[in-house]
Each structure stands twice: as C-alpha cells, then as structure tokens.
C-alpha cells in the first residue's frame, strides 16, 4: 500500500502544497510523477492527464460566468445599498437596543454569506464591499471579530455542500455527482442533499458554537478609522433601478433551475445586468475580463485536479489501494470512516478548495467504500463531506482569505489567529464528527 502510485502522488502533492508550491503545479507534477512511478511511459502519463483536462472545462466556465456575474451584480450597486442601510440601522438603533443590534447584524451577515453562494451566486466577491463598512460599527459594539469571521465561513461553506444552487449546484450537481458516476456508483441527483443534512447540521452546531460559547463575550479593538463614513457607496440607484436589478437576479435563478446550467444563468444574468445598466460594449468587456480574474484560478485548480484523477486512474493503483485497504481495515466500517475522512481533511487543507478535491479524491473513496459495504447515500457522504472538511481552517482557501480579507481592513484582524483557528475548530471538527454519524446510519 505504501509504494501505490495513487497513494505516492497523493502525499508528494500533500507536501507540496503545504511547501506552499502552487496548487495548479502541486498537481501538475504529482500526476506525472505517480505515472512514471506506475507502469505508464511518459507518453501515456501527459496522455492521460491531458484527457483528464477536459472533464474540467465545464467546471471552469462556470466559475468564469459566475465571476462575471458576481463582478455586475457589485457594480450594480446592490452589494453597496446593503452595507449603507445595516449602518443606517445599527446607527439608528445601537443606543437603545444593543442586543438586538447584534443579532440583526449577525443574522444579514449570515444571510448575505448564504445567499452569495446560492441565491445570489457572488461567491467572496460582497465581503470586501459589504463588511469594510461595517467595521467601526463591529469596534462600537466591541464584537469579537471571530464571530464574524465563523458567520461569513459558514455561509460559504454549508449552503454549497447542502443546497443544490448556484455554487451548491456545481459542486452538487456537477462535481460530486459527476465524478461519482464515473468512479462506478450511479445515485439520483436529488439524493446528493439528503446525504450532506447530517453533515450539514454539524455546520450549524460549529457556529452556534461560536456564538453563543466560544466568542460572546466583548472584544475591544481601536478605532483608527472612521469605516462606516470614509466609505460610501460610489454608485448611485434609483428604486426603480434596483427593483430591476433584483428581478434580473431572480430570473438568472430560474434559468439556472430551468435549464439546470449554472453557465446559462450566469450568462444571462451577466447580460440582462449589463444591458440594465446601460453600459457600453467596451465596459462590458473589461467588466467580463475582470470578473473571469477573480474566479480564475479556482478554474485553473479544478482542470489540473481532473487531469491527475486522470492520471491516478490510468495508473491502475486504484483497484491496488482498495484491495490493499479492504485487507486493512477489514469490516470495521467505522475505523474506515474515521480514516477516509481524516484523508479527506488533509487533502482538502493541502489544496485549499473542496471543489478541486472531489476528482482526486472520488476515484479512490467510491470503489473503496462499496468494497466495505457502504450504502449508496453513506459513500456520497463520505466523499461530500471529506471535500468539504479542511475548505474552512484551511490558509489558503476562498472561505478563510475572504473573511480575513474585509475583517483586516484596519490591520487589527489576523488571518491564522482569527480566521483560520477558529474555523478549524468550530467547523473541520463538528464536520468530522457528523461527516462520520453519516457514513454510519445512512
């Protein structure tokens, strides 16, 4: 088992990762290097990665779209005409009823986090738009920033693993069902939610962890700018402007339903926005090409991710590996689970996306876990789950880099001490521990 090509190329792209190589040549070299330590030629080895490429094209074009779409939905001015109104109503507010200011301002930070993944598919795009604003009100209510930070993950992290739209839908839909075809167990698409709920919960258990134990009591931090005045919004909607802008939203949601094509309803989106908002051909491009750059090199990550599950299944090692773990393991389903999860953990924080560990890790987990006798919904919780631990408390994920990215505006937010540690602890553990009751009783 020790000298598997899978196994080999998986922890030369381990260390490779965490050496902070970058990703897209992480996997790159790994592939290469676990087909010439099989009994491929070099020739067979960029063959079969090259091959492998092409499974994540869709997957790209769709962050692309999504990019786009993200990009015009901030110029719209919506993001800006939420961040104004939460400060006009804390400000209105705060002196007479601070708790209740509290916890409306957690609850639109939870509710635009999840809407930015499902709802209104802007992936991180809102935070440094929306929370900058927020963080002389945030200093006022002397709120622990961690808090925050654990609100904004969850809503990135949970909705996508569990609700089958907009970013759900990739990694539902398209990733996780996609490669659990092709790694040889055929289950209904409407099944993939009900094998991520228990996993789901185990989410919401990590934040209410961190709300209502972990962070509640007061945290002071200095006032060294004015946020909530110094930033305004920079453009200016009318009513009847933003009541079009919210139904070309919701009709990029009905198409992206309708068609089951996050490429359609991003497209469209993408067009009826820009056309809403009068902008001319030239705009519309730069705005296209600068929405494409922020979701780019997720793209990238997911294509090299398909090429080395290319190359690992080429290699033959997989059928090895399951047999040499099968022997290992033997029936006790629940040290496996325990095991496959704890992989999943460590792949996914070595990469720093979910969405790029499902190929790798699906072609090793589904012929693995129906060898030891999973169920069909146990083993898509298996592989659901054990991509999505490591995405939050990982340093170089969307989920940690965004958060930190508005909470530090004014340099008192640190990214490891307070994003990424309380991340990992309120969400990777609660996901193991469910992750695992799932693959159990499913």
């Given amino acids: 088992m020790i000298t598997n090509p899978v196994v080999l190329s998986v922890c030369l792209m381990l260390v490779l990762s965490l050496l902070r190589v970058n990703v897209v040549l992480a996997l790159s070299i790994s592939g290469i290097i676990g087909g010439l330590l099989s009994d491929l030629s070099l020739t067979e080895t960029i063959a079969a990665f090259e091959a492998g490429l092409g499974d994540g094209a869709k997957?790209?074009?769709?962050?692309?779209?999504?990019?786009?779409?993200?990009?015009?939905?901030?110029?719209?001015?919506l993001t800006d005409m939420i961040a104004n109104k939460i400060v006009r109503l804390v400000n209105l507010h705060k002196d007479q009823h601070l708790s209740l200011v509290k916890w409306m301002m957690l609850g639109a930070i939870i509710l635009m986090a999840v809407s930015s993944q499902n709802l209104v598919p802007v992936h991180i795009a809102f935070i440094p738009i929306l929370i900058p604003p927020l963080i002389a009100v945030f200093?006022?209510?002397?709120?622990?920033?961690?808090?925050?930070?654990?609100?904004?993950?969850?809503?990135?992290?949970?909705t996508y693993m569990w609700l089958p739209y907009g970013f759900g839908s990739i990694f539902l839909n398209q990733l996780l069902h996609g490669n659990i075809l092709s790694a040889g167990l055929t289950i209904d698409k409407g099944q993939l939610p009900i094998a991520m709920t228990i996993p789901a919960l185990g989410m919401v258990l990590g934040l209410l962890t961190a709300i209502f134990f972990s962070y509640r009591q007061p945290r002071t931090y200095q006032t060294t700018i004015?946020?909530?005045e110094k930033r305004t919004s920079q453009i200016q909607t009318s009513p009847l402007k933003t009541g079009l802008n919210i139904i070309i939203i919701i009709v990029a949601l009905v198409?992206?339903?309708?068609?089951?094509?996050?490429?359609?309803?991003?497209?469209?989106?993408?067009?009826?926005?820009?056309?809403a908002s009068g902008l001319k051909p030239q705009n519309s491009q730069d705005l296209f090409v600068e929405g494409v750059k922020l979701m780019a090199l997720i793209g990238f990550i997911m294509i090299a991710a398909n090429g080395f599950a290319g190359v690992m299944k080429a290699t033959g090692g997989v059928p090895d590996l399951v047999n040499s773990a099968q022997s290992i393991l033997g029936d006790n389903?629940?040290?496996?689970?325990a095991m496959l999860l704890l992989m999943g953990l460590l792949i996914t924080m070595g990469i720093g996306s979910s969405f790029s560990t499902i190929p790798i890790i699906a072609a090793i987990y589904v012929p693995l876990a129906l060898a030891?006798?999973?169920?069909?919904?146990?083993?898509v919780a298996l592989v659901g789950t054990s991509a999505a631990l490591g995405d939050a408390g990982s340093p170089a994920s969307d989920s940690t880099l965004g958060p930190t990215a508005g909470l530090n505006s004014d340099g008192q937010h640190d990214h490891i001490l307070d994003t990424v540690v309380p991340t990992f602890l309120h969400f990777n553990l609660p996901l193991l521990v469910f992750g695992w009751i799932a693959a159990i009783v499913l």
């Avoid at 030891?372 to 083993?379: D, I, Q, V, W």
């Fill in 59 to 77: 997957i790209a074009l769709s962050y692309a779209l999504l990019g786009a779409f993200a990009v015009a939905i901030a110029r719209s001015g």
């Fill in 333 to 337: 389903k629940a040290f496996a689970a």
């Fill in 226 to 228: 004015n946020t909530s």
């Fill in 139 to 158: 200093n006022q209510l002397n709120m622990d920033r961690r808090i925050i930070a654990c609100c904004i993950t969850f809503g990135l992290v949970t």
């Fill in 372 to 379: 030891l006798g999973f169920s069909e919904l146990a083993t």
């Fill in 255 to 275: 198409v992206n339903v309708y068609t089951e094509s996050i490429i359609m309803g991003a497209l469209a989106g993408f067009l009826l926005l820009t056309t």
